[in-house]
């Protein structure tokens, strides 16, 4: 056995050993990495090599996007807007039967879309939504449900940071504004979808139906909500038209939402030191992943694994469809004990080569592996949605799998329809002119 062959098994054994040991996602990739390397030394400069790779694994414009838009999503939870957002869905739904986990769904759908992420969707939606949902007579555990699955959307809906880590980690094949505008159409359809079951629930369980708001009520909350749905139009709008970068797009977020919480007076200059360490923290875990997780694609890359696994798929598996069903497996497993941004830097290269050859454009399949990481993180053991989604709510992580099964196997539903419809992800790419 070869020692190539030995650091790849080295790798894997440590790798998914520390993960079971609960050694954080990061240090796991780190340190699997680092022995691997050790075992290869004389085929490499040095050990000095998985520093290298860690640092120029960050020095990408693209990603100073990342910590502006994790500011501004900061910002717009702490600024007010969520409960303005609520009080819109609610004018426009409450009134169908059900009506109050529509709001849940729809006001995730928009938190999510304007702040970019899904834990900021589920814990400002969440925090708000469930003693609300439980007044009229729904089960916490439903609230959580709804709410841990309809917050994926915002990671479809751009502006989405997920969407600017596949842009680096696809080699520039995939736009930040073609991946952007591909998000809409699935990220509403899986909010559509979700609102879909939520009505069976409610007409077999025979929920109550909220007042039906009027004309004016409905443009009254509207016109307070207007300025935080008003940041969407700007920041994708200004991406697609090619007035400014993602990068620029986000410092625009975080100066737009931020004379928006002064100026609703939800915030003061004195919150803004503590909003600043927040995201300074979150924006540290989140570099740190991606040094790591570039370290180990660069390190698969040199062991010539994606070639490995792309003539494996593609020799043992003949019908292109089957291949996709198979990726789609696999990330289906990898997204319930990895976290979203190393699994797309380390699997992207892996995969996307043996789609691209299969005829799968690179933007259709970032939403793809985007979708099916977003599964991931609505499951245990990892979960890291789930288990905001259930402390938010109160309830625990037992108490909500069970009724949150029948919510993931509706997102499965949608993945598939994704995947093997490419029209949903690419019609708008190519109606911009993006592809």
Not at 11 to 18: A, P, R, V
Not at 387 to 415: C, E, H, N, W, Y
Request: hydrophobic letters at 55%; a positive charge; one cysteine or more.
């Amino acid at each position: 056995m070869s020692i190539e062959v030995i650091s790849i098994i080295v790798l894997f054994i440590s790798f998914f050993g520390l993960l079971l040991l609960k050694v954080p996602v990061a240090y796991s990739i780190g340190i699997a990495t680092t022995l691997s390397l050790l075992l290869n030394i004389e085929n490499l400069p040095g050990i000095t090599t998985i520093a290298q790779r860690m640092t120029t694994g960050i020095d990408s414009f693209a990603l100073l996007a990342i910590p502006f838009f994790v500011l501004a999503g900061e910002i717009m939870k702490r600024g007010g807007i969520a409960n303005r957002l609520i009080n819109f869905a609610k004018s426009l739904v409450s009134s169908l039967p059900g009506g109050l986990a529509y709001v849940n769904v729809l006001a995730s759908m928009l938190f999510g879309a304007i702040s970019g992420s899904a834990l900021a969707a589920a814990s400002a939606i969440g925090s708000i939504m469930t003693d609300r949902m439980e007044n009229e007579g729904y089960p916490r555990t439903l609230s959580a449900s709804v709410n841990i699955t309809a917050s994926t959307t915002g990671l479809l809906i751009p502006p989405s940071n997920i969407l600017i880590v596949y842009a680096l980690a696809s080699g520039g094949t995939a736009s930040v504004a073609a991946l952007f505008i591909a998000g809409y159409l699935p990220g509403i359809l899986l909010g559509l979808a979700i609102m879909g079951y939520v009505a069976y629930i409610a007409i077999t369980k025979n929920y109550s139906k909220g007042k039906r708001a009027t004309l004016k009520e409905i443009w009254q909350f509207f016109r307070k909500a207007f300025f935080s749905l008003l940041l969407l139009v700007i920041v994708v709008g200004g991406i697609v038209a090619g007035v400014f970068t993602a990068t620029e797009a986000s410092v625009i977020a975080v100066l737009y939402a931020a004379i928006l919480a002064l100026v609703y007076g939800d915030m003061t200059m004195k919150d803004f030191p503590e909003i600043l360490l927040t995201s300074a923290k979150t924006t540290a875990v989140v570099m740190f992943l991606i040094c790591t997780s570039m370290a180990m694609s660069w390190l698969f890359s040199f062991e010539g694994i994606p070639e490995m696994i792309s003539r494996f798929l593609l020799d043992s598996l003949n019908n292109k469809f089957a291949i996709f069903l198979a990726i789609n497996l696999i990330l289906l497993v990898i997204g319930t004990f990895m976290d979203m941004t190393p699994a797309v830097l380390i699997f992207t290269p892996i995969f996307l080569p043996v789609v691209t050859t299969l005829g799968m454009d690179p933007v259709h399949f970032g939403i793809v592996i985007v979708l099916n990481l977003c599964i991931g993180i609505c499951t245990p053991p990892v979960g890291t949605l789930l288990f905001v989604g259930s402390g938010v709510a109160k309830v625990s992580v037992t108490q909500v799998i069970r009724p949150l099964l029948p919510f993931l196997a509706i997102m499965v539903a949608v993945l598939m329809l994704i995947s093997f419809i490419p029209e949903i992800s690419m019609f708008l790419p190519r109606l911009f002119g993006l592809k």
